[in-house]
């Protein structure tokens, strides 16, 4: 296997590690911790819907995994102090690269939900965008431990 098959492997181990390790700001996901628990349950109308972006994450992943693959890509410049010298370079720049890279594999479309409460107030709420909302729609806004959620 030729040195450039095994990077571009790499490349695409390092891209599906990373979209799987995304956590998700969906109204329909539910972490482990949150099952079992009482929520409470407020109704009201969608006043508006806004498109925004989800910033991705910037874990440690990225980075190292850039890093890697800088460093070996690198390793193959030159010979003896030039190599290492390139390997060290490469390390650097794939750190960043790679980090660059998990932000933006990872960041995600969401709306700004505001709805206007039954009980009066006005609310907003930031979630991913798998489900459509529209102005004038009925909801329910489930809270529970400083997380809310609007659903239909």
């Known amino acids: 296997m030729t040195t450039r098959v095994l990077k571009w492997m790499t490349v695409a181990v390092i891209t599906g590690v990373l979209a799987a390790c995304a956590s ?3 109204g329909n ?3 482990r911790d949150e099952a079992r628990k009482a929520q409470t349950v407020k109704t009201g109308v969608v006043e ?3 498109s925004v972006k989800l910033e991705g994450t910037k874990s440690p992943v990225g980075t190292i995994a850039g890093g890697a693959i800088g460093g070996i890509a690198g390793s193959s410049v030159g010979g003896g ?3 290492a010298i390139a390997a060290v370079i ?3 720049a794939g750190g960043l690269a790679g980090s660059a890279a998990e932000e933006v594999a990872t960041r995600k479309n969401a709306y700004e939900i505001t709805v206007k409460l039954d009980g009066g107030g006005l609310v907003a709420i930031v979630q991913e965008a798998d489900e459509q909302f529209n102005a004038g729609e009925r909801v329910r806004i489930v ?3 400083g997380t809310s959620r609007v659903s239909h």
């Open 24 to 26: 998700s700001n969906s």
């Open 81 to 83: 102090k030039g190599s």
């Open 143 to 145: 809270e529970s431990g």
């Open 90 to 92: 490469g390390a650097v």
């Open 48 to 50: 508006s819907v806004r």
């Open 29 to 31: 996901v539910y972490s």
